[in-house]
């Protein structure tokens, strides 16, 4: 008894087609590796020095530090959602999300600004001690891509009240909140490591 062997519709193949661009998926691996390089320095001075690092970690605000977890979280839901709306052609409805996302990071960044002031005004500088240099070079680095991923967020959210995209899969726009998402990633990553564990 002969098999018929069928090729995947068009459906199926766009279900396991990997969503941005491959280009994007490689700055993101090369993001992410600079990333943990930064991670690992981090918990290995904590292995090293762990008193120093809870001392320290007790002048930092742990609500200042949740309070940025959940505004990045709430923007990168809402990127996620817009993108959604962007697929089925809901065009200023995506625009509008995106709009909220990109509002949810003003807040973060308000937030974080707010605690680097706060902190550079006890001293708590960049050669203050081990736990201060990292913190502020780790997170620094961050913020730094949150302030390039509200860029990305901005002009995506007026491309698509333009309507400037089609309706369906849109490896431009996928790309964009790809990277907000490992914005989002590392942030969840940092938290803990950061305002939490000892």
């Given at each position: 008894m002969w098999s018929v062997c069928t090729l995947p519709d068009a459906s199926e193949?766009?279900?396991r087609r990997l969503p941005g661009d491959l280009a994007m998926w490689w700055f993101i691996l090369a993001e992410l590796s600079v990333f943990a390089m930064l991670l690992l320095s981090f918990a290995v001075a904590q292995a090293l020095q762990p008193e120093l690092f809870h001392r320290s970690r007790q002048l930092l605000d742990g609500s200042v530090g949740l309070a940025l977890t959940l505004?990045?979280?709430?923007?990168?839901?809402?990127a996620a959602v817009a993108l959604e709306q962007l697929r089925q052609g809901g065009f200023r409805r995506?625009?509008?999300?995106?709009?909220?996302?990109?509002?949810?990071?003003?807040?973060?960044v308000l937030l974080k600004l707010g605690?680097?002031?706060h902190l550079a005004s006890l001293g708590l500088d960049i050669e203050y001690n081990t736990f201060f240099?990292?913190?502020w070079i780790v997170t620094g680095f961050h913020f730094l891509h949150v302030?390039?991923?509200?860029?990305?967020?901005a002009w995506l959210a007026s491309r698509c009240w333009q309507q400037a995209y089609a309706a369906g899969s849109?490896?431009?726009?996928?790309?964009a909140v790809l990277y907000?998402?490992?914005?989002?990633?590392?942030?969840?990553?940092l938290f803990p490591l950061v305002y939490v564990l000892n």
């Open positions: 193949a766009a279900v505004s990045l979280l709430t923007s990168g839901m809402l995506a625009a509008g999300l995106l709009l909220a996302a990109f509002c949810c990071a003003c807040v973060y605690e680097y002031r240099t990292l913190y302030l390039l991923g509200m860029l990305i967020l849109n490896p431009v726009a996928e790309s907000w998402h490992m914005v989002d990633l590392v942030w969840v990553l």
